[in-house]
């Protein structure tokens, strides 16, 4: 059987295997990061700020579709107004703030 370390070893007449390989698993790592891990974070952050900015009047939709005008807030809960009717749901489950209607077409 072959070991880990031999198969890792450079042949003879070659040099820098070992050093080539870490050099693209860095690249490979900053690859990850940049098109992966760093997005997502700065997705997550605004967010957050869209979240701790929202306000009584703002329309809002929901992760479930609910879309409605923000009635009431009380730490994680928010009350929206949507028609007729008024729903509790977690803050985090507020996806988008702003204009919630679609634009009217020309009739």
Same mark, same amino acid.
């Given at each position: 059987?072959?070991?880990?370390?031999?198969?890792?070893? /450079?042949? +003879?007449?070659?040099? !820098?295997?070992?050093?080539? $390989?870490?050099?693209?698993? #860095? #690249?490979?790592?900053?690859?990850?990061?940049?098109?992966?891990? *760093? +997005?997502?974070?700065?997705?997550?952050?605004? %967010? @957050?700020?869209? $979240? &701790? @900015?929202?306000?009584?009047?703002?329309?809002?939709? &929901?992760?479930? !579709?609910?879309? !409605?005008?923000? *009635?009431?807030?009380?730490?994680?809960?928010?009350?929206?107004?949507?028609? &007729?009717?008024?729903?509790?749901? %977690?803050?985090? *489950?507020?996806?988008?703030?702003?204009? &919630?209607? /679609? +634009?009217?077409? /020309? @009739?």
């Amino acid at each position: 059987m072959l070991s880990l370390a031999s198969l890792m070893a /450079p042949a +003879p007449g070659q040099k !820098g295997g070992m050093s080539l $390989l870490l050099i693209q698993l #860095l #690249l490979i790592g900053m690859v990850f990061y940049f098109l992966i891990l *760093r +997005p997502q974070s700065q997705a997550r952050k605004k %967010h @957050a700020e869209m $979240l &701790t @900015a929202l306000k009584k009047g703002d329309d809002v939709i &929901t992760t479930g !579709g609910l879309m !409605g005008k923000v *009635r009431d807030i009380k730490d994680d809960r928010v009350t929206i107004e949507s028609g &007729t009717s008024t729903v509790v749901v %977690h803050r985090s *489950r507020i996806i988008q703030v702003g204009e &919630t209607a /679609p +634009p009217q077409l /020309p @009739a």
